[in-house]
């Protein structure tokens, strides 16, 4: 028995590493990984040291609690650490499965696909990877190969992934420079049909990949827009995709965004981020019989399209368990009725508050918009603000969010003006008042126009002077 215990005491123990060199994470962040995240994180004072977290909210060291407005930008649905899907893990791991054979046709894949397609009915087919932009990835090969055309068309400001075909349809040219060449593709405006048209006339279109609502700056598609795309596209034998990798799994008060516009069939539907339950990564790409039909047209052809850890039983359990809480617990009522609430409280500021321009979204997907102030004394600060750097005022939100309230935001873009809000879709009334208490008394604080949250301006100001 001591030789037993002796062996355990030399052998890999996650707990005791953690609290031999848990506090270096800044230090081997820096050293070994991106060495800018550390770096922003202590230029902003979001460098906390969490200790644990539960549902919507962390708890520091000392024991105080953060409520969590960007569930790790999507990722966290049913907030963290959800007892059921927690305990499907365990339960998939103690069950000691033969997984990834590769030669076998497990269970798991098969209900969590017929599962995904319950919700969209006009789909038939799902192919599972490991994240939004190899779902992405996935609906580019597929509506190439399907219709023989090479060209894919997107929206302006558009965001479907950073891999080489995702960044290719990425409207952000921040995110694009210096990666070219890339796949042939044609951005558009968002809602723009006659534009949609022009380039469908020419032939060549594969298809039109959307998100029903934009993350970069939470601009829904307009309405009637993707039911008329939809028709253009299939008038010139091309297919539209929806990206629903950060709007899907009930973000927005339906189970899918595309699903508020009557008559809207998707050829490809991109899923992920929510669908994980927040711990195993796994991304699906939904679609129609025909067009799997054509990628997997004969078996040579069987492994034609295929990901390494796709399908995996502990992603295909966390799948199974996230939708079956979902369903159980009406989660995606509580995000339409919770959004409305917290929507519907925010927009009675924008006549209280000059800075603040909008508020827009569906459901528990939000959008804050900030904007020029009528005022002079106002103006003057805003325009240096926006002299240094589109996008400096939103961050002043942020900031006196998280150290005064400790709220966690992010804005929605760079050279934005925009905060995101996508918090767990579990979250009720009592953090909706919290939210509203502590973004009133930050924009009382910024009206003043003078005090801390200005002095943190200058500082911004200073550091995108430097780093230009």
Known sequence: MADVEAARDKGFELGRLLAERG??????????????LPRMLHTIGFDKVYERAEGAYFWDADGNDYLDMLAGFGVMGLGRHHPVVRKALHDV?????????????PPLPGLLAEKLLSYAPHLDRVFFGNSGTEAVETALK?????TGRPRVLYCVHAF???????????????????????????????G?????????????????????????????????????????????????????????????????????????????????????????????????????????????????????????????????????????????????RTGDLLRGRLAALVDRYELLHDVRGRGLMIGIEFGRPRSLKLRSGWTMLQAARKGL????????????????TQVSGDHL???KLIPPLTIGEKE?????????????????????????????IKQAVANR
Not at 93 to 105: V, Y
Not at 432 to 459: C, E, I, N, Q, Y
């Open 93 to 105: 791991l103690d069950a000691g499965l033969a997984d990834l054979t590769r030669f076998d046709c």
């Open 23 to 36: 506090a270096e994470r800044y230090e081997l962040h820096s050293r070994h990984l991106n060495h800018q």
């Open 393 to 408: 005022f939103a961050q002043m939100v942020v900031v006196p969010l998280f150290q005064r309230h400790r709220i966690l």
């Open 192 to 336: 723009d049909l006659a534009a949609l048209e022009r380039e469908l006339k020419r032939g060549d279109v594969a298809a039109l990949i959307v998100e029903p609502i934009q993350g970069k700056g939470v601009h829904p598609t307009p309405p009637g827009f993707l039911r008329a795309a939809q028709e253009l596209l299939h008038k010139h034998k091309a297919l539209l995709i929806a990206d629903e990798v950060q709007t899907g799994v009930g973000r927005t008060g339906d189970f899918f965004a595309y699903q508020h516009e009557t008559g809207v069939e998707p050829d490809l539907v991109c899923v992920a981020k929510a669908l994980s339950g927040g711990y195993v990564p796994v991304g699906a790409t939904l679609g129609k019989d025909w067009i799997f039909k054509k990628v997997y047209s004969s078996m040579d052809r069987v492994l034609v399209h295929s990901a390494s850890f796709g399908a995996n039983a502990q992603a295909m359990a966390a799948g199974l368990a996230t939708l079956a809480v979902m369903d159980d617990e009406k989660v995606v009522k509580n995000a339409r």
């Open 432 to 460: 909706v008042d919290r939210f509203v208490a502590a973004f009133t008394d930050v924009m009382d604080d910024a009206h003043k126009g003078s005090g801390l949250m200005w002095d943190f301006g200058r500082t911004l």
């Open 160 to 190: 479907h992934g950073l891999t080489t075909g995702s960044l290719s349809v990425n409207g952000e040219n921040g995110f694009r420079d210096g990666f070219a060449p890339l796949l042939p593709d044609t951005a558009i405006e968002l």
């Open 142 to 146: 597929f509506a190439r190969f399907a």
């Open 417 to 419: 003006e925009v905060i």
